[in-house]
């Protein structure tokens, strides 16, 4: 497959018609909204921290889209499935794709916006055996601009070879479904505790990490309590990230096995 190189500059210099606009981006694994080892169900409490983040575009794995047996089980859970419960009023726009299907119901990635959602469509990138993992692509049309932006929500397998040929698929996603000058924002959780993804993603499609680029590596995110590895990223092109945070500990360490990312997004 031929290699892909994309100038930031010159493709941002290719916008330069269009004002300056940044927006927040926030990307979680909520865990199918249960605190670590499925103890206790916290949605409800889970999407008051999301709603304080402030963020534009929310990036989200593990959300079930329906259950069965759950809401016979805990008096708090929603009736809609979370996605919706967790966009609310905030996030009037929302897409889900259904990855896993099981006994109880499915879950899947989901991507909450405040920009209007003009499409999206969920890639089955699953390799073989009981993992079924996809690609959330949606693009957003920010007001005002002339190219939408457009936004991949990502959760890859916990095999080696399958994250390596899901990688593989993502680039091919970003080369062939994304214009050359249309901004993109990759986010999600990687399961890339080897760091084999930065090299292959900006070799393959010009995507570039956030934290990578700001403080040298990418963030530590697993498990929330004590970080140790580097799962969750955030990656861009033709477009800048700036203030890159891993979100502190209270109170999100008992709310996701998973520590939370944001960052701005300047087009």
């Not at 290719?14 to 605190?35: C, E, P, Q, W, Y």
């Not at 477009?239 to 997004?265: C, N, Q, Y």
Request: with cysteine; aromatic share 8%; net charge neutral.
């Amino acid at each position: 497959m031929a290699e892909v190189a994309v100038d930031t500059q010159t493709a941002l210099a290719a916008l330069s018609t269009d004002t300056a606009f940044s927006f927040k981006v926030l990307t979680v694994n909520i865990h199918k909204g249960f605190t670590f080892f499925n103890r206790k169900f916290i949605l409800p409490e889970l999407r008051d921290a999301v709603r304080a983040v402030g963020a534009d575009v929310v990036f989200l794995q593990e959300v079930t889209g329906s259950s069965i047996k759950h809401p016979e089980k805990f008096d708090n859970y929603p009736d809609e499935p979370h996605y919706e419960f967790l966009a609310d009023a905030i996030w009037s726009q929302f897409a889900y794709g259904r990855n896993a299907v099981h006994s109880n119901g499915h879950h899947g990635n989901a991507l909450l916006s405040k920009f209007p959602i003009v499409r999206f469509e969920n890639h089955d990138v699953s390799i073989s055996g009981p993992e079924r993992r996809g690609l959330l692509h949606c693009e957003l049309h920010i007001p005002g601009r002339k190219v939408n932006v457009h936004a991949i929500c990502v959760h890859l397998g916990l095999i080696e070879s399958h994250r390596t040929q899901q990688m593989e698929m993502l680039c091919d996603l970003a080369r062939k479904q994304v214009p050359a000058n249309a901004p993109l924002v990759v986010a999600g959780d990687f399961n890339d505790w080897r760091h084999r993804a930065h090299a292959l993603l900006k070799r393959r499609a010009g995507l570039n990490e956030v934290f990578v680029q700001a403080n040298g590596q990418a963030a530590r995110t697993f498990p929330a309590r004590q970080p140790l590895l580097r799962l969750d990223r955030i990656y861009v092109r033709n477009a800048l990230g700036h203030s890159p945070i891993v979100l502190p500990s209270k109170p999100w360490s008992h709310l996701s096995d998973h520590a939370p990312l944001a960052a701005e997004i300047e087009l």
